[in-house]
């Protein structure tokens, strides 16, 4: 049974969820992995090129690398529930994965280390929340979330501007991600200061300013 529910959501997501928020055009251009055609060997490429850029025309970039740890774990199944369904899955697939994730039995890991009895949501019980490791829908399911935020997060900072020689093509970004680790840029276009970069990047990190 777990077999037949793993391969209908990897069928689902790939088929389905997947091209729909390709083509809708829902996905972030800075997210990276989890995606055809968009490896983390491409995002790793794209990295280099930015510092390349910076260091040959000589303008301060200050970059920020962050890792979300046990990124799975803590994702929300309701708020993927929502994005999942703005990208074409059916209501009734997502209540019907809800309640599987949600009556899985589980172990449970703590600083203390391992449970030796696992733990199943009961009516009344504490809810665990985070998507169970090793579902085939987790990388889909964070590539759509997290490039909800990273397109916000593009509006709202002011990151970089790489422009070619002939200032006919442009390209702004905060950064790039690749899965759920991601480095945010941000330059400092009035001193040319580590410091003002450090600050944008700070304010970056707080959500920009939303004024």
Known sequence: MEGDFNEYLKWAFNQHVMPNAEESGNLSPHQWGGRKGRSAIACAFRKLITSEYFRIVKETVVSFPGDLQSNFDRMLPSFNSIFAMKNGLADTVCRCRAETVERFERLVKTAAGVSNRTYKYEDGNVKMGGEVQGKPDNMQLWTI??????N???????????V??????????????CVDDKDSLASAPITETAEEGAENIEKSA?????S
Do not use: E, F, I, W
């Open 145 to 150: 979330t997290s490039s909800y935020l990273l």
């Open 152 to 162: 916000l997060h593009n509006r709202l900072c002011q990151g970089v501007t790489l």
């Open 164 to 177: 070619d020689p002939t200032k006919s093509l442009v390209s702004r970004r905060t950064g790039d991600a």
């Open 206 to 210: 707080m959500g920009g300013n939303t």
